[in-house]
T-cell receptor, first 114, second 111 residues
């Protein structure tokens, strides 16, 4: 069981579609993260939210748009994605964004772009 | 560079001990982590060690840290079929608190 919940578990979309990935945690964590993981690779950081404000954007293309509506929720809005964006998208949270707080991961959303 | 190095594959007989090794780059890293990823799942935090420790034991898991050589290992005692997964070593960079993952070690359990 994971304390970070991601929906949907799987998503197939066309390059012209608009969809959103959702992440929720109720551990009172104030830092939340989006990672992208390609097959047989480690996760790569995309975005970090700290106290509901975007603190890190790792030069992610604008077709990915994060949103943090409140301290428990993190969304990733998708629009006009490319086939190479197919991957496992992982959400994580931690107490805060300092180095001494481990990150807890959700099970991810497996995204396929047709 | 910022590479965390791990061997990509380890094969162990059920009941034996598994030892997964990792080398990291930032000698001032404060925390080092081991994550487990089963097929189709996210990363599960297995254990972590603070940089002022040499060893940490948690049930079947033993983490050893050699700061001089920047070497970290994870020992799983009495390896079970449920331990079959990819194990990621990760360090937190002291300068920016970013977590850097190794490429992961796939642990295969032989009957």
């Amino acid at each position: 069981d994971t304390e970070v919940t991601q929906t949907p578990k799987h998503l197939v979309m066309g390059m012209t579609n608009k969809k959103s990935l959702k992440c929720e945690q109720h551990m009172g964590h104030r830092a939340m993260y989006w990672y992208k993981q390609k097959a047989k690779k480690p996760p790569e950081l995309m975005f970090v939210y700290s106290y509901e404000k975007l603190s890190i954007n790792e030069s992610v293309p604008s077709r990915f748009s994060p949103e943090c509506p409140n301290s428990s929720l993190l969304n990733l809005h998708l629009h006009a994605l490319q086939p190479e964006d197919s991957a496992l998208y992982l959400c994580a949270s931690s107490q805060d964004d300092s180095s001494n707080q481990p990150q807890h991961f959700g099970d991810g959303t497996r995204l396929s772009i047709l | 560079g910022e590479d965390v190095e791990q061997s990509l594959f380890l094969s162990v007989r059920e009941g034996d001990s598994s030892v997964i090794n990792c080398t990291y780059t930032d000698s001032s890293s404060t925390y080092l982590y081991w994550y487990k990823q089963e097929p189709g799942a996210g990363l599960q935090l297995l254990t972590y060690i603070f940089s002022n420790m040499d060893m940490k034991q948690d049930q079947r898991l033993t983490v050893l840290l050699n700061k001089k050589d920047k070497h970290l290992s994870l020992r799983i005692a009495d390896t079970q079929t449920g331990d079959s997964a990819i194990y990621f070593c990760a360090e937190v960079m002291n300068r920016d608190d970013k977590i850097i993952f190794g490429k992961g070690t796939r642990l295969h359990i032989l009957p």
